[in-house]
């Protein structure tokens, strides 16, 4: 086992030395929030919410070593995101599938280590679901062999994993119970939720008191509990593979290799049992994953979490040997996806710095909105530069309008929650979804250049620009089509063009007071 989480890890982690910082989408916000923590004097417009809730893992971690470099203890936390999976794997695999099955079984699950939920900087889902396999592997002992000295390792693991986030915990609740339940009789049925689901109450319990206070949202909140969105089947099939693959551009598309060849080699061995991963929680698993919307409230990839269960759940049932040539092309796909991966890391990391080119422009504790008409420019899997102006905010102080700060549950929150249209998820997509009056064509149901889509565009504008001019001060604009630029408003000029980067700034910008 340690071999193979040593090469799994090795494989997929060595990138991380190419770069200052890894090019996760998600990432450059949480060290916006670690920054805001840091520094509350200089953002008395958010309130901290502590550090004892779900989803705080990665926050804790900045919080504790943020300080002697943010850049480099973010690094770190995604090297022991990488290991943690590295090593689990194996160590699921091995106790549940036996040794003869474990590299075989490695050959198809190598995606999930660097996975889509790494590549889109949910660090604290990745971790959560490596522990979520180790504490499968926990239960079954106590299965096995139940003793109270179990029952309290179980229980703080569980807590280890509520704590990373809640979402791979209930996935283990809910596999726990449906094995509880299909025990033949009564009694066996108390026995096994005594001896297997008792420990995982009080984490249980703060994962729902997490689910809570996301779904309850705040006052004035921009994030509305009732949205929903559930993607087309054909949809469905092919986030089967991208949510577990975690490439970065279509270079990395050789994880469809595994993706495909996984559930044709389980299939023969569907009727094979296995504790907690039987074939009826398979099934229960895809009917969930059709079931759940993609995104329910602002919780994104709802249903796609299930993703990464699925492949390990079939990765038991593989068989012991492969032919030569499925073996070789397996290996091979393994390690040119680590060796493109080290490319994609620099080719998008080359991006952030396009980008974030505007640094020195930017005054310190200047007003800041970003106005990103793209969200990418190399990337295809992620859209890497999404959450890329946080480097300002860490850079310069300036304003944080896109941080993660609309629910309860995250660690800051607004105190006075600005205008609707300024605090995500309105403002993170406003210039993109109105770059060219073609979109609002689109929706009024008019033909493209139709006079009344230019009219209505430019009147979205114009309110915009009353709620956000008196705000900021400097505008961070990416990807701006000429139509846009000319609404601009005349009190901002330009200080910066770089490439798709502009910079502006009023001519009696009030910036942030200083601490």
Same mark, same amino acid.
């Given at each position: #086992?340690?071999?193979?989480?040593?090469?799994?890890?090795?494989?997929?982690?060595?990138?991380?030395?190419?770069?200052?910082?890894?090019?996760?989408?998600?990432?450059?916000?949480?060290?916006?929030?670690?920054?805001?923590?840091?520094?509350?004097?200089?953002?008395?417009?958010?309130?901290? =919410?502590?550090? @004892?809730?779900? =989803?705080?893992?990665?926050?804790?971690w900045l919080w504790a070593f943020g300080a002697h470099g943010l850049f480099g203890a973010a690094r770190a936390f995604v090297a022991i995101v990488l290991a943690a999976n590295a090593f689990a794997l194996p160590l699921f695999v091995l106790h549940f599938a036996g040794r003869r099955h474990l590299w075989v079984a490695l050959l198809f699950l190598w995606p999930l280590v660097h996975s889509f939920a790494?590549?889109?900087?949910?660090?604290?889902? %990745? @971790?959560?679901?490596?522990?979520?396999?180790?504490?499968?592997?926990?239960?079954?002992?106590?299965?096995?062999?139940?003793?109270?000295?179990?029952?309290?390792?179980?229980? $703080?693991?569980?807590?280890?994993?509520?704590?990373?986030?809640?979402?791979?915990?209930?996935?283990?609740?809910?596999?726990?119970?449906?094995?509880?339940?299909?025990?033949? +009789?009564?009694?066996?049925?108390?026995?096994?939720?005594?001896? *297997?689901?008792?420990?995982?109450?009080?984490?249980?319990?703060? $994962?729902?008191?997490?689910?809570?206070?996301?779904?309850?949202?705040?006052?004035?909140?921009?994030? %509305?509990?009732?949205?929903? *969105?559930?993607?087309?089947?054909?949809?469905?099939?092919?986030? *089967?593979? #991208?949510?577990?693959?975690?490439?970065?551009?279509?270079?990395?598309?050789? +994880?469809?290799?595994?993706?495909?060849?996984?559930?044709?080699?389980?299939?023969?061995?569907?009727?094979?049992?296995?504790?907690?991963?039987?074939?009826?929680?398979?099934?229960?698993?895809?009917?969930?994953?059709?079931?759940?919307?993609?995104?329910?409230?602002?919780?994104?990839?709802?249903?796609?979490?299930? &993703?990464?269960?699925?492949?390990?759940?079939?990765?038991?049932?593989?068989?012991?040997?492969?032919?030569?040539?499925?073996?070789?092309?397996?290996?091979?796909?393994?390690?040119?996806?680590?060796?493109?991966?080290?490319?994609?890391?620099?080719?998008?990391?080359?991006?952030?710095?396009?980008? +974030?080119?505007?640094?020195?422009?930017?005054?310190?504790?200047?007003?800041?909105?970003?106005?990103?008409?793209?969200?990418?420019?190399?990337?295809?899997?992620?859209?890497?530069?999404?959450? %890329?102006?946080?480097?300002?905010? &860490?850079?310069?102080?300036?304003?944080?309008?896109?941080? @993660?700060? &609309?629910?309860?549950?995250?660690?800051?929150?607004?105190?006075?929650?600005?205008?609707?249209?300024?605090?995500?998820?309105?403002?993170? #997509?406003?210039?993109?979804?109105?770059?060219?009056?073609?979109?609002?064509?689109?929706?009024?149901?008019?033909?493209?250049?139709?006079?009344?889509?230019?009219?209505?565009?430019?009147?979205?504008?114009?309110?915009?620009?009353?709620?956000?001019?008196p705000r900021f001060d400097h505008l961070l604009i990416w990807a701006m089509p000429a139509e846009a630029r000319a609404l601009l408003p005349p009190s901002y000029r330009r200080v910066l063009m770089l490439g798709q980067l502009e910079i502006y700034g009023k001519d009696e910008a009030s910036t942030r007071p200083p601490p």
């Amino acid at each position: #086992m340690l071999l193979a989480g040593s090469v799994l890890f090795a494989l997929f982690a060595w990138p991380l030395l190419l770069v200052a910082v890894p090019p996760l989408q998600d990432l450059p916000n949480h060290l916006a929030t670690a920054h805001i923590i840091a520094h509350p004097e200089l953002y008395p417009e958010y309130t901290f =919410n502590g550090l @004892f809730k779900s =989803n705080a893992l990665l926050t804790l971690w900045l919080w504790a070593f943020g300080a002697h470099g943010l850049f480099g203890a973010a690094r770190a936390f995604v090297a022991i995101v990488l290991a943690a999976n590295a090593f689990a794997l194996p160590l699921f695999v091995l106790h549940f599938a036996g040794r003869r099955h474990l590299w075989v079984a490695l050959l198809f699950l190598w995606p999930l280590v660097h996975s889509f939920a790494v590549s889109m900087g949910f660090l604290n889902f %990745a @971790f959560a679901f490596a522990g979520s396999l180790g504490l499968l592997v926990v239960l079954d002992r106590q299965r096995v062999t139940p003793s109270v000295r179990g029952a309290l390792g179980v229980a $703080a693991l569980a807590g280890l994993v509520w704590y990373a986030h809640p979402f791979p915990l209930a996935v283990v609740g809910v596999l726990v119970a449906a094995h509880a339940l299909r025990q033949p +009789t009564w009694r066996q049925r108390i026995q096994a939720g005594v001896t *297997l689901l008792l420990p995982l109450v009080p984490a249980g319990l703060l $994962a729902l008191a997490a689910a809570q206070h996301h779904l309850i949202k705040a006052q004035h909140s921009s994030a %509305a509990p009732a949205n929903y *969105l559930y993607l087309s089947p054909s949809m469905n099939l092919r986030h *089967l593979w #991208m949510d577990a693959s975690g490439a970065l551009t279509h270079w990395g598309s050789m +994880t469809a290799v595994p993706a495909i060849l996984l559930p044709v080699l389980a299939w023969p061995r569907r009727r094979v049992e296995r504790p907690f991963l039987s074939g009826v929680a398979i099934v229960g698993l895809l009917i969930a994953y059709a079931a759940l919307p993609q995104m329910l409230s602002n919780w994104y990839y709802l249903n796609c979490r299930l &993703v990464p269960f699925l492949w390990a759940a079939l990765a038991l049932r593989l068989p012991e040997t492969l032919p030569r040539p499925a073996t070789a092309l397996l290996v091979a796909c393994a390690l040119s996806f680590s060796a493109v991966q080290g490319v994609d890391y620099l080719r998008l990391d080359r991006d952030r710095a396009e980008l +974030t080119a505007g640094i020195p422009a930017v005054p310190q504790h200047a007003r800041l909105m970003p106005l990103l008409f793209k969200h990418s420019k190399t990337s295809d899997y992620i859209a890497s530069l999404t959450h %890329a102006w946080a480097y300002y905010t &860490v850079a310069k102080d300036t304003s944080a309008p896109l941080v @993660f700060g &609309v629910e309860r549950s995250y660690p800051i929150t607004y105190r006075d929650f600005p205008p609707r249209e300024l605090i995500p998820p309105a403002l993170d #997509m406003f210039a993109e979804r109105n770059a060219t009056p073609a979109p609002i064509c689109q929706k009024l149901g008019l033909a493209d250049g139709d006079p009344a889509c230019a009219i209505a565009w430019r009147e979205i504008w114009r309110g915009f620009w009353r709620q956000a001019e008196p705000r900021f001060d400097h505008l961070l604009i990416w990807a701006m089509p000429a139509e846009a630029r000319a609404l601009l408003p005349p009190s901002y000029r330009r200080v910066l063009m770089l490439g798709q980067l502009e910079i502006y700034g009023k001519d009696e910008a009030s910036t942030r007071p200083p601490p």
